[in-house]
C-alpha cells in the first residue's frame, strides 16, 4: 500500500536559488532535521546520479541508496529508492510568484510495507508532512534572513 504525502510551501528567493540547495542532496542535512548523513556516489547530482542518504525518523534510523530521475534546475526534480528499508519517490515542483519568491510543491509517495509496524498510514502521512512544514519553515525564516543581510 502505498501512503502519499503531499505539502507546498513558499521560500523567498527565486525558483532556481531554491532548486540548488533543495534538489541537491548534499544539502539535504542542512534544512532536513530528519536527515543525518548523505554521500553522493557518482557526481554531482543530475539524472542517473546516485547518492547514499541516512534518515532519524520515529526513532529509527535508515539508510537509503537513491537515484535521481528528473533534474530540471529552477523547475523539477524527481528521485526514488534503489535500496533501503522501504521504497520511496520524491518530487519537488518549483513555480516562481509573481514577487520572484517560489512555491515548492513536495509529494512523497512511500510504500512502507511492514517497517514500522502497525502505525496507520495516515499517522504516517502526517509525521512526514510535519517534518516538511518545520524543515520548510526554519529554511524560509533563514533565507528571509540572508536576503535581508544582502
Known amino acids: 500500500m502505498t501512503v502519499t504525502a503531499e505539502y507546498a510551501f513558499h521560500l523567498p528567493v527565486t525558483p532556481e536559488e531554491a532548486f540548488e540547495l ?13 536527515c543525518v548523513d548523505v554521500k553522493l556516489l557518482n557526481g554531482e547530482p543530475r539524472p542517473g546520479g546516485r ?11 535508515m539508510e537509503f ?4 530521475d528528473e533534474f530540471v534546475p529552477g523547475r523539477r526534480s524527481k ?34 510495507g511492514d517497517y514500522f509496524g502497525i502505525m496507520p498510514k495516515s499517522l504516517l502521512r502526517k509525521v512526514l508532512v510535519n517534518s516538511v512544514k518545520k524543515d520548510s519553515a526554519k529554511l524560509a525564516t533563514t533565507l528571509g534572513q540572508e536576503a ?3
Not at 533543495?22 to 530528519?34: K, T
Not at 547518492?51 to 534510523?61: A, D, M, N, S, V
Not at 526514488?80 to 513536495?106: C, I, K, M, Q, R
Request: charged share 20%; hydrophobic share 30%.
Open 79 to 112: 528521485f526514488h529508492t534503489l535500496d533501503g528499508p522501504f521504497g520511496y519517490v520524491g518530487t519537488y515542483d518549483y513555480a516562481e510568484n509573481s514577487d520572484g519568491t517560489t512555491t515548492v510543491h513536495w509529494t512523497f509517495e512511500v510504500e512502507p
Open 51 to 61: 547518492y547514499e542518504i541516512t534518515f532519524q525518523l520515529i526513532g529509527k534510523r
Open 22 to 34: 533543495i534538489s541537491d542532496p548534499a544539502q539535504d542535512p542542512v534544512w532536513q532535521a530528519a
Open 148 to 150: 535581508r543581510n544582502r
Open 65 to 68: 541508496t537513491v537515484e535521481i
